[in-house]
């Protein structure tokens, strides 16, 4: 097969996923962690994600504009970086004289670049790109405008800078430049604020409030952004505001240490937040202060709402707190889904916008992004991405401050150095296993995500989360956890299956003993049976078996029956010392049982250990470190043949068996962590194989590469990633990675593909259909496919199709005819012409050639990928 062939059959795109991100996450000493917005007419809210930027209606909740990164050249390249991101956003065109474009938005990367951007129109456009120069380690933290005066129409510009002062740890320099954007985005220096610990800005932009050191004494700062005033900026001592205070409260380390601050419209009022749970708010008039107490771990966010009557604080109690500052009283928005890390009034008090961490999974960053209703504290917009539980932790992982020292939380005295230890583990670790476990269910085509304690669906097709199901009983599910319970370890979902046809799930937990007894190390294995009502999105428990495999002995890999056996209605588990239990819903019972079992056959443990079951259910291949066994499903025992014919039943590979794929009934794919090997059933030896060591040996952990390997059972073809660590000009490892998806034919004798992609891939799985679904460690989503699905790739410019039917002009049927009548009056046009011009439709290119009939032809030649509530949704989308 050419070359040129094999990428007409398969291709790569990166059309989903995406993880909502905090601009100023990493900046520890930034108060204002997050960037959303909303519309001018207050019905849009907009989200910036690490690969695109997502605008969600108020009223229906749902996205009703995507812009992604990946459809256009010039975000392609600025975003290609993983280390950019989208400091800022700003309503309108403000590098024009028409900056009260409500279509438009400006937005400002952390490293100085301006891209304009019509959020309602066609991304195709080219976008305006400007630059602004740094310096550079300088990252971009806020944009301020402000109209020059009340009469004018025009707008001046400031841009508030923050660079890290290496030699002090967590300390910043910040610089507040006037910025001209109409002369080629020159900037010009006003101020400079060292060694600052603390930053914030009031709700309407107009004030800025520092905490930092001057003279080797801690100092506050209240400095204003546009107007020159003779009582601003305002300076006064740290310690001033200590011995207001009572005196025995302020005794501990974590009394002192300020977490988050927020400074009010009028710049009357300061409130801190400290690590001990005390909120205390200044009077900056005469310095008074009162002390507000209810927290009882570090407090991570504080605001103002924009009149200054109510104060809103949030931490590690999952708890969004009210508190009316005429009166003291509160109220509270309890049993958040994550640790409040940021909250801030947008519309005139009209909303809340709130940013959660998930803190439970501490390998990543897992933010969830609410915008709540003031009136009744109600959702109006959820919003969130896939949330993966990786192997290690990945770069960029930020955990929130706590006055306890645990995996989820960064302590007073470990935040200096653990941004740099984090880094320098990740650059010596030998083993770089970022994989996660994930499955698709045949049934809805939905992704599962185990998230610690809990399950989320995600469906890859709409790109938006269907369900989050807490599976386990624990702490978490009731209530958040502070101080020291943030040690106690929650059950851990670590592994889910489902049956053939969809309609059964299985999952497998680990529960852990609290630290510091005789018993904590005896684990409790439990799994789960569950079953779906048609209508239900929730998944209801049916069997809990504790320890299946004996007291403290893990289940280390699971397998559902092909259709053949039972109507697919079992599991086969396996355990680290060689044995096997099948599992089956008995009719009669009404329940799973347990109906065979095959004790441990081997003296030692091993947890390289895999599964693979013959389509037609008649055989059983069973990997145990190095050995591969052949077991008869009929009488659970090792393969022996009829009469005198000679059988292997036994393989001795190479290395540990890391996973074990059945291609056509033919073939068996056994990757170790050495080979890639196919080894034909019927003749009992091995056809070929291939050198893995380069790239697998020492980096992932037993059994892990088996989620890096997928087969299509319908065309036996199978797609196997590499992730290799980038070199830097010294040849020396970096944070960097980069992934390679090769795909191979049946018995691994031809490659019909080699792809790149540009991140770190942590799992690969078949869509039951025709592609192949992967997500990499930024959370996205991409398909290996041999088709082109519009509703996969978003259609780019969803607006092309409709462009020209405007409404009140003439019919619907009249313009449709006035499309396609001068294409086709030219004459007959020939396939390949008809077939480039499919493809330049469904890309969104812009051309001079005009639809004609067949030119949808190819939409519909993969349509039973879409879901009609799908292809709907994305109808309505389009012509409302």
Same mark, same amino acid.
Request: one cysteine or more; glycine letters at 6%; a negative charge.
């Given at each position: ?7 007409q ?17 990493? +900046? ?8 959303a ?19 969600? /209606?108020?009223?229906t ?10 459809n ?16 800022h ?31 309602r ?17 300088e ?7 402000s109209?020059?005066s009340?009469?004018?129409d025009?707008? %001046? ?26 002369e080629?985005?020159k ?7 060292? /060694? ?10 107009? &004030? ?6 001057? =003279?080797?004494r ?16 305002? %300076?006064?001592?740290?310690?001033s505001?200590?011995?207001s ?8 380390n ?19 937040g ?11 008039e ?8 209810w ?29 009316q ?27 809340y ?19 709540l209703?003031?009136?009744d504290?109600?959702?109006?917009? /959820? ?41 320098k ?9 970022? *994989?996660?476990?994930?499955e698709i ?17 995600y ?14 009983s624990?702490i ?8 020291f319970e ?5 059950? %851990? ?5 489902? *049956?053939?046809?969809?309609?059964w ?32 999105v +929730? ?8 320890n ?8 280390t ?7 053949a ?6 599991f ?32 030692h443990?091993?947890?390289s250990?895999s &599964? ?23 009488t ?13 039943n ?27 090997n196919?080894?034909?059933?019927l ?22 590469l ?13 797609a196997?990633v ?6 830097? /000009?010294? &040849?020396?490892?970096?944070m ?13 004798? %031809? ?5 790149t992609h ?33 509703e ?5 410019d ?18 449709? &005819? ?15 012409? =008809? ?21 949808? *032809? ?21 012509? *409302?």
């Amino acid at each position: 097969m050419t070359q040129s062939g094999v990428y007409q059959k398969y291709k790569l795109s990166v059309v989903s996923g995406g993880r909502p991100i905090l601009p100023r996450g990493g +900046n520890t000493s930034c108060c204002n962690k997050s960037q959303a917005c909303l519309t001018p007419d207050e019905l849009g809210y907009i989200i910036p994600f690490n690969n695109q930027i997502k605008v969600y /209606s108020v009223e229906t909740r749902q996205c009703i504009k995507t812009l992604k990164f990946g459809n256009n050249g010039i975000l392609s390249k600025i975003f290609a970086n993983d280390d950019t991101c989208i400091a800022h956003i700003s309503i309108g065109d403000i590098t024009s004289q028409d900056s009260d474009d409500d279509r438009k938005i400006t937005v400002f990367t952390n490293d100085g670049s301006v891209i304009v951007l019509n959020y309602r129109g066609k991304l195709i456009d080219s976008p305006k790109y400007l630059n602004i120069k740094l310096a550079e380690n300088e990252t971009i933290c806020k944009v301020f405008g402000s109209k020059t005066s009340d009469t004018s129409d025009s707008k %001046e510009f400031k841009i508030l800078t923050a660079e890290p002062t290496f030699s002090f740890g967590s300390q910043y320099t910040y610089r507040l430049y006037s910025l001209r954007p109409k002369e080629e985005m020159k900037i010009a220096l006003e101020q400079v604020v060292e /060694s600052v610990i603390l930053s914030s800005w009031s709700q309407n932009d107009k &004030l800025l409030a520092f905490l930092y050191y001057k =003279e080797k004494r801690k100092q506050f700062m209240i400095m204003s952004v546009f107007e020159k005033t003779s009582a601003l900026p305002k %300076e006064f001592d740290f310690q001033s505001i200590l011995t207001s205070q009572d005196p025995s409260s302020t005794s501990s380390n974590n009394s002192r240490y300020i977490t988050s601050m927020a400074l009010d419209s009028d710049g009357s009022q300061l409130a801190l937040g400290f690590a001990s749970g005390v909120i205390t708010v200044v009077t900056l008039e005469d310095l008074q202060t009162r002390v507000l107490k209810w927290h009882i771990d570090s407090v991570l966010s504080l605001s103002f709402t924009q009149d200054g009557t109510y104060l809103l604080s949030g931490g590690w109690e999952k708890v969004l707190s009210f508190w009316q500052l005429s009166t003291n009283l509160q109220q509270f928005l309890p049993r958040l889904n994550g640790v409040i890390v940021d909250c801030q009034p947008l519309g005139n008090d009209k909303y809340y916008s709130i940013a959660l961490q998930m803190t439970e999974n501490f390998s990543s960053s897992d933010f969830q992004l609410l915008l709540l209703n003031s009136g009744d504290l109600t959702s109006r917009v /959820s919003i969130n991405g896939p949330l993966p539980v990786f192997n290690s932790v990945v770069k960029n992982t930020v955990q929130p401050f706590s006055a306890i020292s645990s995996k989820a939380s960064t302590t007073v005295s470990a935040v200096n150095n653990s941004k740099k230890k984090h880094k320098k583990k990740l650059l010596k670790s030998k083993r770089q296993d970022y *994989t996660t476990c994930a499955e698709i269910n045949p049934l809805s085509k939905h992704i599962y995500f185990p998230h610690i304690s809990a399950m989320q669906m995600y469906d890859f097709y709409k790109n938006e989360q269907v369900s989050y199901q807490y599976m386990t009983s624990g702490i978490n599910n009731s209530m958040g956890k502070v101080r020291f319970e943030l040690n106690i370890k929650d059950p %851990e979902v670590v592994n889910v299956k489902f *049956t053939k046809n969809g309609k059964w799930m299985i999952t497998y937990e680990v529960e852990y003993p609290p630290e510091d007894l005789l018993s904590s190390k005896d684990l409790l294995h439990t799994l789960k049976f569950w079953s779906q009502e048609d209508n239900d999105v +929730n998944w209801t428990l049916k069997t809990k078996v504790i320890n299946p495999h004996s007291t403290g002995v893990p289940v280390t890999s699971i397998l559902p029956a092909p259709h053949a056996i039972n109507g697919s209605k079992g599991f086969l588990t396996a355990d680290n010392a060689g044995g096997l239990k099948y599992w089956s819903f008995q009719e009669n019972e009404n329940n799973w049982c347990l109906v065979k079992l095959s004790l441990p056959n081997f003296n030692h443990f091993s947890n390289s250990v895999s &599964l693979a079951w013959s389509q037609d259910g008649s055989l059983i291949f069973h990997g145990f470190d190095e050995k591969l066994l052949t077991i008869d499903f009929d009488t659970f025992a090792p393969f022996e043949g009829s009469g005198n014919i000679d059988t292997i039943n036994e393989f001795n590979l190479d290395s540990e068996i890391q996973a074990i794929k059945v291609i056509n009934n033919t073939n068996l794919i056994v990757a170790t962590r050495t080979t890639l090997n196919t080894i034909n059933i019927l003749q009992g030896q091995m056809v070929n194989s291939f050198d893995l060591f380069p790239y697998v040996n020492g980096v992932y952990k037993k059994g892990h590469l088996d989620r890096l390997i997928a087969c299509d059972e319908k065309t036996g073809r199978v797609a196997l990633v590499i992730n290799q660590q980038y070199e830097d /000009s010294n &040849l020396k490892l970096s944070m960097g990675y980069k992934a390679r998806i090769v795909i191979f034919n049946a018995d691994l004798s %031809e490659k019909l593909g080699i792809f790149t992609h540009e991140e770190y891939i942590a799992w690969i799985g078949w869509n039951h259909d025709t592609d192949f679904i992967f997500v990499d460690i930024g959370s996205r989503l991409g398909v290996v496919g041999t088709t082109i699905n519009t509703e996969m790739l978003d259609e780019v410019d969803k607006d092309i199709l409709l462009n020209n039917l405007q409404p009140g002009h003439q019919d619907f049927k009249q313009q449709l &005819l006035k499309l396609s009548s001068s294409k086709l009056t030219e004459g007959v046009i020939d396939h390949d012409q =008809e077939d480039d011009l499919t493809l330049e439709l469904i890309n969104g290119n812009k051309n001079e050639k005009l639809i004609n009939m067949n030119s949808f *032809t190819n939409m519909f030649e993969n349509i039973q990928n879409v879901q009609m509530d799908t292809l709907f949704d994305r109808v309505m989308k389009v012509i *409302t």
